[in-house]
């Protein structure tokens, strides 16, 4: 009876052990899937360093290597107070696209697009729901808003729309993090038809 006893007591003990492992270790899988807000705001931020967000949402100054993004103006879009840009209707007949000189606009044979502002500021994403962020990208819906018109060159969305729901979840808490800049991008301008 004692050697019976001692038996169920060692698998009593056993199957503690082992349930306290087991929930262990779902603990420690669940930390590993759930990534923190900061290691989110570090990827977006890589992310968006990578993919070359910079390039077209910056405003850009001339250094002595070249042009590099405005450091007061990052991600803000084309500047509200710049000139619009202007191609002869030779150049974007002929296919031509004409950039202004910071890339921020673009001028091609779908109409003039400019660079949206992409900080958080309200006028530029500060107010969008991660929802919308990921319509946009994904599908290429302007302000992520279904009933909208679709994204225009040279916004690659359909590149983007490859990235994972958690590449686009980090870029949006990064860019939720940028230094707000009030700036109000002009309105799309599609291309005139003869």
């Not at 899937?33 to 967000?53: F, H």
């Not at 003039?112 to 990208?137: P, V």
């Not at 808003?145 to 808490?173: H, K």
Request: net charge neutral.
């Amino acid at each position: 009876m004692k050697a019976l006893t001692f038996v169920i007591i060692i698998c009593i003990f056993a199957w503690l052990l082992n349930s306290c492992e087991s929930a262990k270790a779902v603990k420690d899988t669940t930390a590993a899937t759930t990534p923190s807000k900061d290691s989110l705001v570090k990827r977006g931020a890589y992310l968006v360093a990578i993919i070359g967000c910079n390039d077209c949402h910056s405003p850009k100054m001339m250094g002595p290597n070249g042009p590099f993004p405005d450091p007061a103006k990052i991600l803000s879009g084309f500047p509200s107070n710049a000139p619009v840009p202007v191609a002869s209707a030779d150049d974007v007949k002929n296919g031509l696209v004409v950039f202004s000189g910071d890339l921020t606009a673009a001028i091609g044979p779908w109409g003039t697009s400019f660079a949206a502002n992409i900080t958080s500021d309200a006028t530029g994403i500060g107010n969008w729901k991660e929802a919308q962020f990921k319509n946009a990208l994904r599908h290429g819906k302007y302000k992520g808003l279904d009933g909208d018109r679709m994204l225009v060159p040279p916004m690659p969305w359909q590149d983007f729309s490859n990235l994972t729901d958690e590449d686009i979840e980090a870029i949006f808490y990064y860019l939720q993090t940028t230094k707000p800049v009030n700036n109000v991008v002009p309105a799309f301008r599609p291309a005139a038809r003869s």
